[in-house]
């Protein structure tokens, strides 16, 4: 029997209204919704978010809070990053990478952003290889609480 794995969460996007205007944007221009938006910390130029639509639990992002590239505290947020996620969830490794314009899979062309996934051994299955489905263990809301705390904890 076909076995079926459900993910609600995923119609808001798929069966959503387009964004007006950049995402990212709307994102740094308010902070009154930063629980909302996932958004965990807020630094001059850049802030961290957690990816709505993730490739493992902790999947977060650097992102610039304007359509500028700025690399110091990109880098400084980014170590606040590893260490969060090393201390919430104590991963085996993490990916760290950029896409660059929507050919290389940039989902939000023209605002730079990092993304930080945290790693397993074996966290790759059937399920990605095969199924092209991703399974995310944990609820966004519950990985904002546990990697808000980490941050405090940097």
């Not at 074996?122 to 092209?132: H, I, L």
Request: with cysteine.
């Amino acid at each position: 029997m076909m076995g079926r794995l459900y993910a609600p969460w995923r119609s808001v996007y798929l069966m959503g209204e387009p964004v007006n205007g950049c995402l990212f944007c709307n994102f740094a221009a308010d902070p009154s919704q930063d629980r909302a938006n996932f958004v965990l910390e807020r630094g001059r130029d850049w802030f961290i978010v957690i990816n709505r639509y993730p490739y493992t639990t902790g999947h977060i992002m650097v992102v610039t809070q304007r359509h500028v590239e700025k690399m110091t505290e990109m880098v400084e947020l980014l170590a606040r990053c590893e260490r969060a996620l090393t201390r919430a969830y104590h991963p085996d490794g993490i990916n760290v990478g950029a896409n660059l314009g929507r050919s290389a899979g940039a989902g939000i062309v023209g605002h730079f952003h990092m993304h930080m996934v945290p790693r397993w051994h074996g966290d790759t299955n059937f399920m990605s290889a095969v199924g092209e489905t991703r399974v995310v263990s944990e609820d966004l809301n519950d990985t904002y609480d546990r990697l808000q705390r980490a941050l405090g904890e940097s």
